[in-house]
C-alpha cells in the first residue's frame, strides 16, 4: 500500500508533467527568394497563431541554388527539408520515382477542384496530387505605356517577334539608360532557357525529335538564338548574360527597360507603386509569336511539396493547406490589395470581381491558357513541357546548354560555336542516358 507521501509525490509529479510545455515540432522550409514567398514568410503569424505546436524554419534561397540543394537532398533522402518549393518539372518525375507525398487527403475544406485544370493537371501523376501551387503563371509582355507611345507605337494584344524587335530599338536611349528590352540571360535550365526554350517554340524550333535526336543543328535554332543576341546587342542592358529573372526586375522597376518579357507573377511587382517607379505606365500583351502558330509563353508553377523523408508529414501538410488556401489568398488581399495575391492557381480568384478589376488578371488568365504543354511545339516531339522537357536529364542538360547561350550573349564565343556545343553536349548526354545509340 502506498504511504501518503507516496501519494503526493506521485501526484506533484503528475501534475508537473501536465504543466510541462509540449515541445513544438519546428517545419524547415526550403522556399526561392521571390516576392510572394517573401511576403508569405511575412504572414506566417497567422498559420502558427492557429498551430501553436508548429513552429516554421526558413532556408530561402535564389533559384539556381535552390533547385540544387532540393534535388540533391530528395535523391539522397536526406530528410533536410519538410516542405519544399518546387516546379511544374520536377513533380511529375519525382512523384514517379516515390520522392514526394501525396497530398489527396487535404481537408475537404481546401476544395482541391478550385484548383486550375492546367496547374493541377502538372502536379498530378497517376491521380496523385503530389504538390499544391503556390502561384501558377505564364509568360507574357510588360512594357512601358509611356515610352510606347514617345516611340509612336502601339502595342498589339497579341505582338509578333518583327514587333517586339522593331518596338525595343525605337525605345532604346542608352545616353540615358533605358534599354528597350530585358531578357533572361543568366545561365540556368529555369533561367535563360526557360525564356529561350519558350522562343524557340514561336520559331519553330525543338529540343528532340520524335526520336528523341537533339536539334540544336537545324536551321529553327540558329533562327532564334541569332534574333535572341542580335535584339540584346541593339536594344538590352549591359552586363545582360548575368541577369535573370530579379536582375531584370529590378532594373525593370527603376525604369531603365522599355519592355520585359518575362513571368506574368511579376505584373504585381512592377505595378506596385511602393516599389516600382513605373507602377503607373505599365502595359500587358501575350508573349510574341512569328505566325507559326505557337507563342513564346510557359507554363510553371511554384508549389510546395513534402519530401518523402520529412519525419513531419502532417504538421507539414497542415502548412501547405494553409499557405495555398483560398483563405490566404484572402489574407494577402487584405494586409496588402488583391493586385498582390498569389495568381494563377484557383478559378474562384478569377470569378472574384474585385480581382476582375486588377489591371493584369486577365491577360494573365488568357496566358495560362494559352499554354500547351502536352503539344508545345510546331513539329511533334515526344517529350511533355512548354519551356522544359520533363525528363530527369534536362536539367543538367539544359543548365549546360545554358552555358553556352550565355556565353554567346555575353560575346565570348558565337552563336554557331554555342550551338554546335549545345548539339554535342547533348548528343553524347542522351547516348549515355538511352535514349539514342
Known amino acids: 500500500m502506498m504511504s501518503k507521501l507516496g501519494t503526493l509525490l506521485c501526484a506533484g509529479a503528475a501534475a508537473s508533467l501536465l504543466a510541462a510545455p509540449v515541445a513544438a515540432e519546428t517545419l524547415t522550409i526550403a522556399t526561392v527568394n521571390n516576392g510572394d514567398m517573401i511576403r508569405m514568410q511575412g504572414l506566417t503569424d497567422d498559420f502558427t497563431a492557429s498551430n501553436p505546436g508548429i513552429e516554421l524554419e526558413w532556408v530561402t534561397l535564389e533559384e539556381n541554388i535552390l533547385r540544387q540543394r532540393v534535388t540533391t537532398d530528395i535523391a539522397t533522402r536526406g530528410g533536410q527539408y519538410d516542405v519544399m518549393t518546387i516546379g511544374t518539372y520536377e513533380v511529375p518525375i519525382w512523384g514517379r520515382q516515390g520522392w514526394l507525398v501525396s497530398l489527396n487527403d487535404l481537408p475537404e475544406s481546401y ?48 505582338p509578333t517577334w518583327d514587333f517586339i524587335a522593331q518596338a525595343a530599338r525605337a525605345m532604346t536611349d542608352r545616353d540615358n539608360e533605358i534599354y528597350g528590352v530585358c531578357l533572361r540571360g543568366k545561365a540556368g535550365w529555369g533561367e535563360n532557357m526557360a525564356f529561350l526554350t519558350a522562343m524557340s517554340n514561336a520559331f519553330g524550333a525543338r529540343w528532340f525529335d520524335e526520336d528523341w535526336n537533339p536539334q540544336f543543328d537545324g536551321e529553327a535554332w540558329a533562327n532564334t538564338l541569332n534574333y535572341y543576341v542580335d535584339l540584346m546587342n541593339d ?25 520585359w518579357i518575362d513571368a506574368t507573377v511579376a505584373a504585381s511587382f512592377v505595378t506596385n507603386p511602393e516599389d516600382s517607379s513605373v507602377a503607373d505606365s505599365v502595359g ?154
Open 111 to 158: 476544395d482541391v477542384d478550385d484548383l486550375l485544370p492546367a496547374i493541377r493537371g502538372g502536379l498530378t501523376v497517376d491521380g496523385e496530387l503530389y504538390a499544391a501551387p503556390f502561384y501558377g503563371e505564364s509568360s507574357m509582355v510588360m512594357y512601358r505605356t509611356d515610352l510606347m507611345a514617345a516611340a509612336g507605337l502601339e502595342m498589339p494584344d497579341a
Open 235 to 259: 536594344a538590352g542592358p549591359p552586363g545582360a548574360s548575368a541577369n535573370g529573372f530579379n536582375e531584370n526586375l529590378a532594373l525593370f522597376q527603376t525604369g531603365r527597360c522599355g519592355m
Open 284 to 437: 500587358f500583351a501575350l508573349a510574341p509569336d512569328t505566325g507559326l502558330g505557337k507563342r513564346s509563353n510557359w507554363l510553371w508553377a511554384w508549389s510546395l511539396a513534402i519530401p518523402a523523408g520529412s519525419a513531419k508529414v502532417e504538421a507539414a501538410k497542415k502548412f501547405i493547406a494553409w499557405a495555398t488556401s483560398k483563405a490566404y489568398l484572402e489574407l494577402v488581399a487584405s494586409n496588402e490589395g488583391w493586385a498582390n495575391v498569389p495568381p494563377g492557381t484557383r478559378t474562384s480568384l478569377y470569378m472574384n470581381p474585385d480581382y476582375a478589376n486588377v489591371p493584369f488578371a486577365a491577360m494573365t488568365l488568357e496566358s495560362i491558357n494559352a499554354a500547351d504543354p502536352t503539344s508545345p511545339t510546331v513539329d511533334p516531339v515526344p517529350y511533355v513541357g512548354v519551356q522544359f522537357v520533363a525528363i530527369p536529364e534536362f536539367q543538367g542538360i539544359a543548365t549546360a546548354v545554358g552555358q553556352q547561350f550565355s556565353a554567346a550573349l555575353a560575346g565570348t564565343t558565337s552563336v554557331e560555336e554555342a550551338l554546335a556545343n549545345a548539339q554535342q553536349l547533348t548528343v553524347r548526354e542522351m547516348t549515355k542516358a538511352g535514349y539514342i545509340e
